[in-house]
């Protein structure tokens, strides 16, 4: 069965630091892989989505950043924090051929920058 | 552009009462529609989905949906709500494009289960 991994779960930052989190995904082969941003009290907020290693298509402008250097692994990243990037982080991935496009979760990453 | 509207932010029932969570979307061509719960801190888990066919579709955890294409709708019923089903529930409209597959969420309801 397929898995979807997020790392870390909690991370607090200061302001002006570097940022990476990490999405890997088990049991599948060439995924739809996104990351989304959930603001407090609000929607989700498509930021990257990856239709294969390599490539990145950007819903949002802004100073995150994402790569695919992997089938399965999805990075974003950031080489400045600010205030407004807290949240809570979602990656999930997309088999089309198999779900028509349904999304499966991981647990999330809760972003406090400071 | 696709858009989804879930005009209400949150709600509270009484527990065995009946439930139904709005879901007004945008979109040109037949959609894909998808209604998610997401548990406080925790990832979106998928109820149900509609693709084509019966407009009446049939979720996990007892939810249903229900597709009119007239009303732009897809909202989510429960005959019954249970204690544990106070989440917030997404609806989501996804397509098929040259960048692949992408889906686009609604605000989220939030819903309050009172005993």
């Known amino acids: 069965s397929q898995t979807i991994h997020q790392w870390p779960a909690t991370l607090v930052q200061p302001v002006g630091s570097p940022l990476s989190l990490e999405c890997t995904v088990e049991g599948t082969s060439n995924p739809n892989l996104y990351w989304y941003r959930q603001a407090a009290g609000r929607g989700l907020q498509l930021l990257f989505y990856?239709?294969?290693?390599?490539?990145i298509s950007s819903e949002v402008p802004q100073n995150l950043s994402a790569s695919r250097p992997q089938d399965r692994q999805f990075i974003l990243s950031s080489k400045k924090l600010l205030l407004s990037d807290s949240g809570f982080y979602l990656c999930a991935w997309s088999a089309l051929a198999g779900g028509r496009g349904e999304q499966f979760f991981g647990p999330g990453t809760r972003l406090t920058v400071l | 552009a696709q858009s989804v509207t879930q005009p209400d932010i949150h709600i509270t029932v009484s527990e065995g009462a009946s439930l139904e969570l709005r879901c007004n979307y945008s979109y040109g061509a037949t959609p894909y529609l998808f209604w998610y719960v997401q548990s406080p801190g925790q990832g979106l888990q998928l109820l149900l989905k509609y693709f084509s066919g019966d407009t009446l579709v049939q979720g996990i955890k007892g939810f249903e949906a229900e597709f009119k294409r007239s009303q732009s709708s897809f909202n989510l019923r429960k005959p019954s709500v249970h204690w544990s089903d106070a989440a917030e529930y997404f609806c989501a409209v996804g397509s098929i494009g040259t960048g692949g597959f992408k889906t686009i969420f609604g605000a989220g309801t939030r819903l309050f289960v009172k005993a």
């Open positions: 990856s239709v294969g290693i390599g490539q």
